[in-house]
Structures are given as structure tokens and as C-alpha cells.
């Protein structure tokens, strides 16, 4: 096993019935990354968070956290965990400054230790003034916000956020993104579910797909759009029609696939990454302009849609469900 | 200590949020006070004070049946729909301290509503003579296993409104077969070994030793059949909530 990994899960699977919800998956978590669990509704992402924080029971296989066997022992892994559930579940009865607290005194803190660190949250999260108001009568993006800052008032190891971003405006949105990325600079692992691929593309080291609850593809960002790529594409934009020089072109560099894409823009594919300057020397040579050189990659979108065959209008539809429901 | 935190913080809130909340407590002293006048005119044919000490161990034990059993099927039931109630079963603290916290709130509230019909009582009859501790410690074990009762019905229920009806389904009988208003000798034949199976009937009982003079079993037996119940109803409660909210 490997020393940095932080969580390791397992052949975990979960039945509800005859109906599988988590289907034999398998990975792991390295300390400091974030990963992220990238599908529709419905394909078990919640329930894959809940058996690894303790709060569903697994059918089968095992999750490691630190070390220690959640499923054997829930509670010890559980004080180095922070949880931020897809649902805001705090008390709508108490102010947001209390709810912080009574959160830091679940996990043992001392009252000094817990009010300082819920107004430093609650200044973060720019939720100071409504820190005196009840939880209820906050909007969607401050309870999302404030339901974050209760899971990292214990400062975890680990973090676990299912669908952060969804269903909240854009602007609360982009400051939480922010924020995992800075929980992440302090050495915070995080693991992260969610149906907005830009969002897994824009935050997260790793990411695995996951559909009918079996992980369908992994890995960083750029491995997976390799994965359904061959090589590299630049395409060049230049000011001459540049018909009567494929042939030339091609026989120049034969390492590359060279297309006529227009009149005057071509493509070159190449296994390996593409040197500019000998084919912008070659091209000056012949009297061409090159007004403009772009490396063509598919989007983690595109990826997702090769891979799952799921349209990307229906994530995106899913995406709009997410927004109008809780 | 950090579960101790977490214990007492739990209780707090609890308290201050639910207990504390002006509904619960005129529920909590009028409740017990109407009854308290009801069962005076209906035994007597008329208001006589005097008789009131034959009346408070039934009082008190009825004052503290529904103190508790409702609040925290209620409280429970009303935290697993907002799904407040996930936060308690994340924390880093053992299954059986964070349902201690919880039921310590409701058997607080149990204990003060046992003193409503006391402090009524007091303006009305002498009760010098009798052993307060004693009486508190009946209080506390029928408060103890009435919260657990409370809590059985937690678990079994989806929604506050079910919480509300299973708790009356319990207690309303329990009124009749606990021996609070209507001596159990006086029950059908075939009724009495149900009163035998509730843990009220063995507070009353101690409360009627220990107000009244006079009870049916030895006070060590009640009281040692009284923590038989609430270790069992304990580690009942604790399996169900393992069963069914851990899914
Ligand atoms: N308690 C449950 N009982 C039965 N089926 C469930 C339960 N929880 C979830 N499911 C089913 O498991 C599947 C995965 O659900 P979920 O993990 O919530 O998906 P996601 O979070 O990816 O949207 C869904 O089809 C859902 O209906
Ligand atoms: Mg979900």
C-alpha cells in the first residue's frame, strides 16, 4: 500500500434490495489532493460518501481512512473527518455563530478554542453580520456557506463535500471553490462529489466517473482526456491559401497527421508534443504568415460523453434539476 | 473530556431549544395541574384539599410519564427530518454517550415537571415528614425509564405527527395499568400482569412507599426491577438506532 494513501476503498458495494446502488469500486485518496466523484443523479455518489463516513453500512468491502477501519470503527475515524452533507442540515432555530459552535463542541472543543475559530469562519465566509440571524432565515448560498464552515471547524485532515456548488448563485459558488483549493494549500485532503464537469476539471487532482454506481473511467485530468485522444493537435491559422502545400507539408513532417482544415488553417497530430518553431521556419521559408498556433484538446466534457456515453445535455439537464430541487 | 464537551453541549442545546421553549413548559405545569384538580373533584365529589397527599404519587408519576415520553420521541423525530439528527451520529463520540446526552434533557424536564404537582400540593397539605431524597430518586428512575420509552418510539417513527401518536397509545393506558389513579388490585385479574411488565407500576409503587406509607413490593426490589429496565431498555434502544438509522 502506499504510505501517502490517506483513504482506500475497496470493492465497496451497497444493495438496497435486489437494487445496487455502489457497485464493487475500488480507490484511494493521497494525502493533500482532492478527489473528485464525477456523475449524474442517481449514480451513487451519496451513498458511496455516506458508507465511507460512517453513516451508511457497506454490503461489501472495506474503507480505510488513516489507517483505520471505518466500517469496524466509525468513531475514530470520524474525529479526524469533516463532513459537508449535499442537504444543509444545520439548526434553524440557532444564530449561525451557534450552530458553529455547538458543531466545534461535537468534536471536543474547548468553548474559547470554538468561538475563535467560528468568527474567523464566519469572517471568511463574509457571513458576520448574519452570524446573529437564525439559521432558517439565510439564503441558499449562506446556508451552503455556513454548513462548509461547520464542517472544517475541527480544522480535519480530511474533508468530504457532496455536491458543494449545487443548486447555489454563482458568486457563493466560486468563493467555495476558492476555498477548497485553499483548505487544499494547507494540506487539506478532499474528496468532493459532483455533476458539473468544469467544476471537477477546475478543482479536483483526480477524478473518477461514476455511472449506475460502477466507476467507469479515472485518473487526472489530462490522463483522461488522453485517454480518448491519440497524441497532440496544433492547429494553425495562417494567410494564404494553404491547399497546394499539404503534400509538402506532410512529406516534411512525417511523424504527424497533416489535415486541410479550411482554406487557410491545417491541423498536425502527433504522438508526441509538437515543436513550433521548425514548421513556423518552414512555413516563413515559403512565404506563409502564421497569424495563429493553438494546441486543440477535447474538453473534460467531451470525455465524459465518450466514455459514458451520456449525453452532455442530460448532465447539464441534471445540473438544472439540482438548482431547482433542495 | 472531549466527549464530555460534546455530552454537556448537546444537553444545552437541547434544553435551550426544545425544553426551555414557553410552549413546554405551560404544557409542563398546566398539564399536570388540571389533573391534579380532576382527579380531586372526581374522587372526593368535591375540592378536598386534604386529600391531595393520597393523590401525589399518582400526580407526580403522570406528570412525569408525559414530561418525557412525548419530548423525545418529538425532538428526535423533528431533528432526523431536518437531518440535524446526521450530525450527532457523525460525531466523534460513542453511539451510547450521545444518546445519554439526549435523554438527559428530557429526564431534566421529566424531573421538573414531577415538581409541579409537589409545589401545588405544598400550598394546600403539610408534607413535612416525607424523605425527599427518596422521592427524588423514584422521580429520576421513572423519568429514566419513561425517556427511554420516549426514545423507543423515536426510533420507530418517521414523522413528529406518528411520534405524537404512538407516545399517546402508550401512556394513556399506562395512566390505568400503573396503578397512579386506580390501585392495581383493583384491575381485572387478567389485566394485572401487563401492570407487571411496565416499569411505571414500580415507580408508583415507590412513590407510594415513600409519600404514602404503604406499597405493594420491597423499595429494593422496585428499584433494582426499575435499572433491570433501564439497562435493557438502554442497550434495546442503542441496538435499534445501530439497526435503523445507520442504513
Ligand atoms: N435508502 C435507500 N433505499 C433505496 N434506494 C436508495 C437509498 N438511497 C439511495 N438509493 C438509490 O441509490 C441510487 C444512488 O443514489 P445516490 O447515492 O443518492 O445518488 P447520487 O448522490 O449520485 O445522486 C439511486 O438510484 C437511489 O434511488
Ligand atoms: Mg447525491
Redesign the pocket.
Known amino acids: 500500500m502506499n504510505t501517502q494513501e490517506i483513504v482506500t476503498v475497496t470493492n465497496l458495494t451497497k444493495r ?1 434490495g435486489d ?1 445496487t ?1 455502489v457497485d464493487n469500486i475500488s480507490f484511494s485518496i493521497r494525502r493533500g489532493e482532492i478527489v473528485g466523484l464525477l ?1 449524474p ?7 458511496t460518501i455516506n458508507m465511507m463516513i460512517g453513516l451508511a453500512r457497506p454490503s461489501a468491502g472495506s474503507i480505510f481512512i488513516n489507517g483505520l477501519d471505518v466500517v469496524k470503527n466509525p468513531k475514530k475515524a470520524q474525529a479526524v473527518i469533516g463532513i459537508v452533507p449535499d442537504e444543509s442540515n444545520l439548526y434553524g432555530e440557532m444564530d449561525g455563530f451557534d450552530n458553529l459552535c455547538f458543531c466545534g463542541a461535537l468534536y471536543g472543543m474547548t468553548k474559547a478554542a470554538r468561538e475563535k475559530r467560528a468568527r474567523e469562519l464566519l469572517d471568511q465566509f463574509d457571513l458576520t453580520k448574519a452570524g446573529k440571524r437564525p439559521f432558517r432565515a439565510y439564503s441558499k448560498g449562506m446556508r451552503r456557506k455556513l454548513t462548509i464552515a461547520a464542517g472544517i471547524i475541527h480544522e480535519p485532515e480530511i474533508l468530504f463535500l457532496d455536491e458543494p456548488t449545487t443548486g447555489i448563485d454563482v458568486e457563493s459558488a466560486r468563493q467555495i471553490r476558492r476555498l477548497l483549493l485553499d483548505l487544499k494549500g494547507r494540506g487539506t485532503t478532499i474528496f468532493i ?1 459532483t455533476h458539473y464537469i468544469e467544476e471537477a476539471e477546475r478543482v479536483c487532482d483526480r477524478i473518477a466517473f461514476i455511472v449506475d454506481g460502477r466507476i467507469v473511467a479515472r485518473g487526472t485530468v489530462s490522463e483522461l482526456m488522453e485517454s480518448i485522444t491519440h497524441g497532440h493537435t496544433l492547429r494553425l491559422a495562417v494567410d494564404t491559401d494553404l491547399t497546394p502545400f499539404v503534400e509538402k507539408l506532410q512529406a516534411r513532417f512525417g511523424d504527424c497527421g497533416v489535415e486541410l482544415q479550411s482554406s487557410n488553417a491545417i491541423t498536425l497530430t502527433c504522438k508526441e508534443r509538437i515543436p513550433l518553431s521548425p514548421i513556423l521556419q518552414y512555413l516563413d521559408g515559403m512565404g506563409v504568415s502564421v497569424f495563429e498556433v493553438r494546441e486543440l484538446r477535447p474538453t473534460l466534457e467531451d470525455v465524459f460523453v465518450k466514455i459514458t456515453g451520456i449525453e452532455a445535455a442530460r448532465l447539464r439537464k441534471e445540473k438544472e434539476k439540482g438548482g431547482l430541487g433542495r | 473530556m472531549k466527549t464530555w464537551i460534546a455530552f454537556w453541549n448537546i444537553l444545552k442545546k437541547d434544553v435551550r431549544n426544545y425544553y426551555l421553549k414557553p410552549p413546554n413548559i405551560s404544557w409542563g405545569i398546566i398539564f399536570p395541574l388540571s389533573w391534579t384538580l380532576m382527579q380531586m373533584l372526581r374522587s372526593y365529589g368535591g375540592v378536598n384539599l386534604a386529600e391531595i397527599r393520597n393523590l401525589l404519587p399518582g400526580l407526580i408519576s403522570m406528570s412525569v410519564l408525559f414530561g418525557t415520553t412525548s419530548m423525545l420521541a418529538v425532538t428526535i423525530t423533528f431533528e432526523r427530518r431536518g437531518r440535524s439528527f446526521e450530525r450527532l451520529l457523525l460525531a466523534p463520540i460513542s453511539l451510547s454517550a450521545m444518546v445519554a446526552a439526549k435523554l438527559s434533557g428530557a429526564i431534566l424536564f421529566g424531573i421538573f415537571n414531577a415538581f409541579v404537582p409537589v409545589i401545588f400540593a405544598a400550598f394546600f397539605v403539610d408534607l413535612a415528614g416525607i424523605n425527599w431524597g427518596a422521592v427524588l430518586l423514584a422521580v429520576f428512575l421513572i423519568a429514566v425509564t419513561s425517556t427511554l420509552l420516549g426514545l423507543m418510539i423515536a426510533v420507530s417513527a418517521k414523522e413528529v405527527f406518528e411520534a405524537q401518536t404512538f407516545s399517546n397509545f402508550f401512556r394513556f393506558p399506562m395512566l390505568f395499568l400503573c396503578g397512579l389513579f386506580i390501585p392495581i388490585s383493583s384491575l381485572p385479574v387478567f389485566l394485572r400482569p401487563l401492570s407487571f411488565l411496565l416499569p411505571l407500576t414500580y415507580g408508583t409503587d415507590l412513590l407510594n412507599r415513600w409519600i404514602l406509607g404503604a406499597s405493594m413490593m420491597s423499595p429494593a426490589l422496585s428499584i433494582v426491577i426499575l435499572l433491570g429496565f433501564a439497562a435493557a431498555l438502554f442497550a434495546l434502544c442503542q441496538y435499534n438506532i445501530q439497526r435503523k438509522w445507520i ?1
Open positions: 438496497y437494487f446502488a456523475g443523479n442517481g449514480a451513487g455518489k451519496t451513498t462529489t | 442504513l
